[in-house]
């Protein structure tokens, strides 16, 4: 068996996808370090051990994500290329939701928009507001330094002492507007507000921007399918503010298994799927 590793290089984390040559999902993988170099590597080694291959079994490492430009030379001499961001993106957004075509919203420090179908793969856009900001503003306001710790304090979080309603501040209903609908994030913020309810609130500020993006790029296009990929979408509160907004606009916001791992697996598959000709070789 000759596997394919396609390696999507983060900031501290760096996510695995390996494939047979023949196009068989091996296995994924995901490695935290202090620096991408040190992440990529042992992320590779580790991924080795564990599938008991060998590095001759490997035939071809792709790299892609914001780190991947850090990288000069063959990783362990094993012929090394990189894939375009973007076009890893859209590919490993389709291929893990199943979809023909969709807008892959990769949810990692920032947001990026991929449109991505019959007509090819664009990047079409992006916002700052991302896993940066919750990151951010987590551990500067709430003393959250880890994902892990943000999703424990969300859990236990109310959003009623934080954000302003429509009901808050409308005694008359407004036409498709629910009363429980954000007129204003943090437009509340009463003196009894946690840590666990500003968390929440960060959360909810953020997915519900990423989620409006997203409603007005699908706004301009036939597409309704929008596939969340991406750090932000391990975090249980994302399926609530995506599914209010789904009720509130039609469009379908779609969580696939794995989505961590979109770019991964897109950066591999761009290999596959046309035998290296739109990679840079190391």
Request: aromatic share 6%; charged share 20%; glycine share 14%.
């Amino acid at each position: 068996m000759r596997a394919v590793i396609g390696i999507d290089v983060g900031g501290s984390t760096t996510k695995i996808v390996g494939y047979t040559d023949g196009g068989k999902l091996i296995a994924r993988l995901k490695v935290e370090a202090a620096d991408p170099l040190t992440s990529a590597y042992g992320a590779l080694g580790k991924f080795i051990n564990e599938n008991s291959l060998s590095l001759s079994d490997v035939a071809q490492i792709i790299l892609t994500g914001v780190g991947s430009s850090l990288f000069k030379k063959k990783i362990y001499g094993i012929p090394t290329s990189t894939v375009d961001e973007f076009l890893a993106i859209g590919l490993g957004g389709l291929e893990l939701s199943g979809k023909k075509e969709g807008l892959i919203v990769s949810m990692g420090t920032g947001t990026a928009f991929v449109r991505a179908g019959r007509e090819g793969i664009v990047h079409i856009g992006g916002s700052g507001v991302g896993g940066g900001t919750v990151a951010g503003l987590c551990g500067k306001i709430c003393g959250a330094t880890s994902f892990k710790t943000v999703t424990e304090l969300a859990q236990t979080g109310s959003l009623a002492k934080v954000d302003l309603n429509i009901k808050d501040i409308c005694v008359s209903e407004i036409p498709n507007l629910p009363p429980d609908t954000t007129a204003s994030n943090f437009g509340k913020m009463e003196d009894g507000a946690t840590v666990s309810d500003i968390t929440l609130g960060i959360l909810n500020m953020t997915f519900q921007t990423i989620g409006m993006l997203a409603v007005f790029a699908c706004r301009n296009d036939r597409i309704k399918d929008v596939i969340l990929t991406g750090t932000l979408s391990q975090v249980p509160f994302a399926k609530k503010v995506f599914n209010a907004l789904h009720k509130m606009h039609g469009v379908n916001f779609i969580l696939p298994p794995n989505a961590i791992y979109a770019t991964a697996t897109g950066a591999a598959l761009s290999y596959l799927k046309d035998h290296g000709k739109k990679h840079s070789k190391r």
